[in-house]
């Protein structure tokens, strides 16, 4: 406990009570061994962490990834650490983390933990929603990010917002210096990097909403 | 180096529908366009601030701000966060999104954005600020993000105990290289010249740095590297002689040009595309357009400076047109 300053705890408290409505689960999945998986246990901590100062709304299971390989891939968690965030009715929406949500991504962690208790609710206005509920194909969007990466957050939040309005629509985070072979695999070196239907299309840096909807619609359009 | 950003509230007013037209519209979201948000919403003014990106603008991509008043020390992400809380506050609409156009005559302005959407205007104040120049040598273009960088924040956990080079000798060149060096095995500063422009204190820290090494009087002449940075062509201003230097990643600091783009056949620009403005009023050379921050033709390009010019051009515009 206490990976979060005490300032942080209090803010943090605050914000989920003050924001939360419906109690929400996190399931995260993790490596056997501890020397397999060096951010397994920071992303527990911290999971761990914020659901104690939720007051009961958040609660976490953990789940060793090899024991449970259908579980992980029912809900899409490819790599360790990786976790799912469900809703009171068991919904994830394809939203998944791969890696540990600390430095900006930890603000990433607490948007999406709202958006998903109150029901999946978004930001995207009604015009852009529109426009992605029509999207017919599956499209996978991962979005390559550091925890020291300012411009990132924005890349994330837009790629799992997408995934929420539409069942078509899978959204990773994948922190690249943990995954550095699945970073190299897509040539990453520089973030937020968003790879579309792994590898048919992409782009690198924060593109506003309409813009990301835009890359997504000309890697479907080839 | 493990820590937690909160982040900021998502507030209902960021991309929440847009309304048909306001008294003003600041385009950029950072220091310039957030105070200019702030003086217009505090002296009445309907106000929108368009932002492209992030909101916070360059600031958002440096560590530390040591010089901002009221500050000892603040990362640029947090300064960035409470302009934006206190633009908001006062009642900005505040959108992501790109301008793709503008239509600047007349008492009824226009601007129209990426999604297609076109806002109704009286005022607009122009604050696209500047983004990194390019050194425009080969192997630039091919290698970016593929070891060429313009962001050791975003990029420098790519190049742990590796070679890095900074090129450029003023305050974000140097600051940069003294960021890079917590994580790359050594750092090598290449500049022009035989001296630095940055400020003392900064380049003391960077000399007192065992992992920061200088090349002076250097250009870089090209970037090689088969998919990924792996030397550069450097030459010696002074003698002529050049060299193959071994290096992982570059990263460029030599200055910023303005995004104006937009601009170039609407507003009076410099030759270097920066925003020719009365230097009173910030007004530009058409009425009712006023620009302010990095993005204006002036000497000194700091935060604290932006945020006064964007008081300055909300302020100016109330009193002339409102």
């Known amino acids: 406990m206490g990976l979060l300053k005490k300032n942080d705890q209090t803010a943090v408290r605050n914000r989920l009570s003050e924001g939360m409505k419906d109690p929400v689960k996190i399931l995260l999945f993790i490596s056997k061994k501890e020397e397999d998986c060096h951010y397994c246990n920071l992303t527990k901590d911290i999971i761990e962490e914020v659901a104690l100062l939720s007051e009961g709304k958040i609660v976490t299971e953990t789940y060793v990834k090899e024991e449970n390989e259908e579980l992980a891939e029912k809900y899409g968690v490819e790599y360790v650490p990786g976790f799912v965030i469900l809703d009171k009715n068991g919904e994830h929406r394809n939203v998944v983390f791969h890696g540990a949500p600390f430095g900006h ?25 529109k426009k992605v509920m029509e999207i017919k194909e599956p499209v996978k969007i991962q979005a390559f990010v550091t925890p020291t990466c300012p411009h990132c957050p924005p890349a994330v939040l837009t790629a799992h917002f997408f995934a929420m309005i539409n069942p078509n629509i899978k959204s990773e985070m994948v922190e690249a210096s943990e995954f550095p072979e699945l970073s190299a695999k897509f040539g990453v070196s520089a973030v937020p990097q968003v790879v579309i239907n792994n590898g048919d299309g992409g782009f690198v840096g924060a593109y506003p909403p309409d813009n990301f ?8 359009n080839k | 180096m493990v820590f937690f950003d909160l982040g900021s509230t998502l507030e209902p007013t960021k991309n929440k529908e847009l309304e048909e037209s306001y008294d ?7 220091p310039a366009g957030m105070t200019a948000g702030v003086y217009a919403a505090r002296g009445g003014l309907k ?13 958002v991509l440096t560590e530390e701000v040591e010089n901002y008043p009221g500050f000892l020390k603040i990362t640029g992400g947090d300064l960035a966060q409470r302009f934006a809380k206190q633009a908001e506050h006062f009642g900005c609409d505040i959108t992501m999104g790109e301008v793709r156009n503008v239509e600047l005559c007349c008492d009824n ?31 630039e273009k091919e290698l970016a993000n593929r070891g ?3 962001c050791a924040i975003c990029d420098g956990a790519f190049f742990r105990d590796k070679h890095v080079s900074v090129i450029g000798g003023g305050n974000s060149a140097i600051e940069e290289a003294i960021y890079l060096s917590q994580m790359a ?19 003391d820290r960077a000399f007192d740095n065992p992992r920061i090494e200088f090349k002076w009087d250097t250009v870089v002449k090209e970037i090689k590297g088969e998919n990924k940075v792996q030397s550069l062509t450097v030459q010696n201003v ?21 995004q104006t783009v937009l601009f170039e056949n609407l507003l009076r620009l410099t030759s270097d595309g920066f925003i020719k403005v009365n230097k009173d009023t910030l007004e530009t050379s058409v009425p009712g357009v006023f620009a302010a921050g990095d993005v204006i033709e002036k000497e000194i390009r700091q935060i604290i400076n932006a945020a006064a010019d964007g008081a300055i051009a909300s302020s100016m515009a109330i009193k002339k047109y409102f």
Do not use: C, W
Not at chain 2, 238 to 258: A, C, W
């Open chain 1, 105 to 129: 991504e930890f603000a990433t962690l607490l948007e999406i933990l709202l958006i998903v208790s109150n029901g999946f609710e978004t930001p995207i206005p009604e015009e852009l929603i």
């Open chain 1, 213 to 220: 909807y835009e890359e997504i619609i000309k890697v479907l």
């Open chain 2, 24 to 30: 003003v519209i600041i385009i950029g979201g950072g």
């Open chain 2, 47 to 59: 106000t929108l601030i368009i932002e492209k990106a992030s909101e916070g603008g360059q600031i």
């Open chain 2, 109 to 139: 302005k226009f601007v129209i954005l990426d999604s297609g959407k076109k806002i109704k205007t009286n005022v607009i104040i122009v604050a696209t600020g500047a983004s990194h120049k390019k050194l425009g040598v080969p192997g």
């Open chain 2, 148 to 150: 060429v960088s313009y």
């Open chain 2, 185 to 203: 095995s050594k750092v090598t500063v290449i500049h022009r010249r035989d001296k630095l422009r940055a400020d003392k204190i900064i380049q």
């Open chain 2, 238 to 258: 002074k003698t002529g002689v050049q060299e193959e230097m071994s290096v992982d990643g570059v990263f460029i600091y030599i200055g910023l040009q303005p």
